[in-house]
């Protein structure tokens, strides 16, 4: 689902058709003729610098949190927990959400997937997270009560997860 290597991105795009292309955002999505998916190629962060990873995906993701955390933890491949983590990473709103749901859901996610996906969503550590991706903490929906809640309640799912709790 998520492509994250850079050759294979190239290699993945050269295939497809350019339909549209936003020079603000750095999004570009593409028509796959063989397929006849879309595909959306973007920088989350929005700055084409190398501490900002370039994401390549089908488009649209599900609507549903829950089936886009099944999708992308239990594939097999690893690059879709990190893409779909490095894309929530900008979205500590949606953290407690979250982390709910892996908390109910963790017997039915894959302890690798389970794991990259924890630790490319930057909730372990969100101040850490928040200067890397220099949001300003003043700024953030969350208040700092709220993330410390978060902060603890990930630091137990991944101890559940960890020894199959």
């Known amino acids: 689902m998520y492509v994250l290597d850079y050759h294979q991105q190239v290699k993945r795009i050269n295939q497809m058709i350019p339909l549209r292309k936003n020079d603000r955002t750095f999004e570009v999505y593409y028509h796959d003729p063989q397929s006849g998916e879309l595909w959306k190629s973007f920088f989350p962060y929005g700055k084409k610098k190398p501490n900002g990873p370039k994401l390549l995906r089908p488009e649209p993701l599900p609507s549903n949190l829950e089936h886009q955390l099944e999708l992308c933890l239990n594939s097999g491949n690893l690059a879709d927990a990190k893409g779909l983590g490095i894309e929530y990473s900008l979205s500590p709103e949606k953290w407690d959400h979250l982390i709910n749901l892996l908390d109910?859901?963790?017997?039915?996610?894959?302890?690798?997937?389970?794991?990259?996906?924890?630790?490319?969503?930057?909730?372990?550590?969100?101040?850490?997270?928040?200067?890397?991706?220099?949001?300003?903490?003043?700024?953030?929906p969350i208040t700092s009560e709220e993330l410390l809640s978060i902060k603890k309640k990930a630091r137990k799912v991944w101890i559940k997860k960890l020894f199959g709790i």
Do not use: M, W
């Open 104 to 140: 109910e859901n963790r017997k039915n996610y894959t302890r690798a997937g389970f794991f990259t996906f924890l630790n490319k969503l930057g909730v372990k550590n969100p101040t850490k997270t928040f200067e890397a991706l220099q949001i300003d903490f003043n700024k953030t």
